[in-house]
């Protein structure tokens, strides 16, 4: 039987403006692509990984680089559940890394089976069912968060998700919201604190915010609050409260269960689509609200999520639509609507952008 | 687009030997086949209805009979979530009915994609991972017992699972743990009660059970114990508790995740493959050990459950070993170890017993 062959190379993604999040602000993600051979046949998966999931593209490179060196993929493409057994015993974590050989190996599988990962996984024809992704605007100055906002709308987009959590204070948190709301008066809002507040700062902010009619606060507080904080913000907040950063994988929902009213499943948490629909699983059985949400990523890793899209009540889906320089056509957005190409595999073509022919 | 048709009959599977558990004696099974074609293909699935588990024959046939003649089942094989989101919206519960069409379309759409379902599930290569099953012992005469015991063992079963909690009390179930002892003193043994004991009885045969090298007790307790007494049980006793009956879907697990060390997963309890899939992952996060269970089904039900069986830590996929007239050759057991074919779907034919090609 022939080996899964993994090569792997570093994808520079430029953004078309800088994106600023409470963690800090870039003009670029430093995305590993990852592809998978066999018989003639090529996976795509993209790890991206962020310094506060524990991964830099260094740490991903280096296991990618001792996963292609050793036998640990196999010769079977279908064996995706052994696989990650697999990677999981090689090492904890690392779910960006990990994330990468799951979507591969999903693209793959399609690829060989001639299903796209929609009809694999028993999801086809729920695509109507989709909600619509919102737009983020990330940290700025006032002025470009306005014209920012502007744009969107302009766009189409009928959802804007906010970045707060800045390092001047919830009183410039406000005066972003405020600003936004000049320009978009009517337009639906999320806010994505990113851990920047202190319970009691996310208590008075989501006041604020419910007068602002914002529909939700995704991680008002720091990665490692505990489960009692959580409770404390839900249950002084008249707006839902959503983890994100403090859940990676299904286990990690049990502790918060009772103390959010939603999570956010990213591929790059929770390790790639199999561990991504166990994650949504246990939410639902929590009775928990599900946000679907993604890195800077270009088509490929958000062509990925968007397969699982169906299944969330909302999307955070705009990683690519922030990229100069996407190197895949995958699925696509407008005003807001991701749309799936039924294709084998994941759906996605490398753009002239990727030079990928040449290099891999 | 063609639509899916679906057909059923009603099957009769006489049992070898009357087979005796607490809630009443019976020599055969009246199971229900289900049939959905598309595009000149096939796929199997199978209804085990019980009374304790809210289903008979002719609730199933109703709603089988309401399916048939509606457009619920559409024109995808392939949007098997879709199609079970669209019964759960039809009726709660009756899940029996709902894997019949679950595993037929697992079925269908295998055989469409030509893979097995293992390999659409992405679980291929993990058989090596497949536990034993063990050979059910039946309630019954203390003589017909300790037979059955002894031919099980000739015939190579390393693992019995033993019925209790009957209506004679729990000195008779002392005494028949006590003769499969005399027969099989070193066998591996594992204790159904099918909710036969209350708690205090659980707990004072518990302590017997754990003398007698009994491994865990499935379903000690009434069905509707509340999770206090789940949890008396299990502080209280040295060997592991089981939940089966009182946890059928995913959901389920939450009430009882602190109050039991295992839960067991049917596909007729869970409505189908994609929801056993979400049981399983339940527990897993949850931390509990898992066993797969089956009802009297031929080998078209208890393939199906082999799919999801490396994901157990326990089996129990003997339904169709005790019947006279299994109608599907499928999964084939040997000494209590299970193999699957890497065929197409579930991977089972009709045999001469189904009468099949010309009935259906």
Redesign the interface.
Known sequence: MPQIKLSFEKQILKTKMPFGISYGTKSDAKNILVKLTYENMTGYGEAAPAPYHGETIDTVMALLQAWSESDIL?D?P?????INQKLDKFISENYAAKCAIDVA??DL?GKL???SI?????????QT?MPQTDFTIGLDTIEIIKQKTSDAIKEGFQILKVKQGTANGIEYDKQIIRSIREVAPNTTLRVDANGGWTPKQAVLMSHFLAEQKVQYIEQPIHKHSSAQDFKYVKDHSPIAIFADESVMR??D??RL?DCVDGVVMKLTKTGGI?EG??FI??A???DLEVMIGCMLESSCGITAAAHLAP?ADYLDLDGALLLANDPFNGATCKSGLLELKDAPGLGISPTSLSGLESKL
């Open positions: 196999g079977d279908f064996a995706i559940s052994e190996l999903h599988s089976a001639n299903l929609s009809k694999m996984l028993g999801l086809s024809g729920l069912q299904a286990k929902i049990i269960a199999q629909l166990k699983q246990m639902r059985a929590c299944l």
